[in-house]
């Protein structure tokens, strides 16, 4: 049986992810400290404090792909563009960068697809924080496990 002291340690490993809008890799310091401080009171508290990290590593390596392939397709739209800006003082200034190409579009959709991730990845730490409110262990999708 687990109490409910059990229960609350590992709610807030998983809330702790939040502390990222607050402090710098809050999302992986939080989980860190709080499940290292009491990964031996209880199994439960460890197999979350584990989701939890687990978790928010495959965030970071995810969303640094996403960004390594989505940041070169804005640069080489940018750089194509450069050679039509025509500046004449402050009274004249105009900007022709032309017709949207193809790659702006693919950039663009690793964009929102950036966006919709974040979104779902708050809603899957909510989630995972409720079952652990109820006792149960939560197994992030998609997660790869380096602590096992």
Avoid: C
């Avoid at 710098?24 to 989980?31: A, E, L």
């Avoid at 009171?41 to 590593?57: L, M, P, T, V, W």
């Avoid at 804005?74 to 402050?90: C, E, M, S, T, Y």
């Avoid at 032309?98 to 663009?108: A, C, D």
């Amino acid at each position: 049986m687990i109490d409910n002291h059990h229960k609350n340690l590992a709610t807030f490993i998983h809330l702790s992810t939040f502390s990222r809008f607050i402090i710098p890799f809050g999302n992986f310091i939080g989980p860190i400290v709080l499940w290292a401080a009491n990964k031996d009171k209880s199994e439960f508290i460890d197999q979350n404090g584990k989701q939890a990290i687990n978790f928010q590593i495959s965030i970071l390596l995810y969303a640094i792909i996403i960004g390594t392939i989505s940041v070169p397709f804005f640069i080489f739209k940018l750089f194509r563009g450069l050679d039509v800006i025509d500046f004449h003082g402050f009274n004249n200034f105009h900007i022709n960068i032309g017709e949207p190409s193809p790659l702006l579009y693919i950039g663009g959709g690793l964009g929102a697809l950036a966006v919709l991730a974040f979104i779902i990845e708050l809603a899957l730490i909510v989630k995972a924080s409720l079952s652990a409110r109820d006792g149960d262990v939560y197994k992030y999708p998609l997660t790869i496990n380096f602590l096992k």
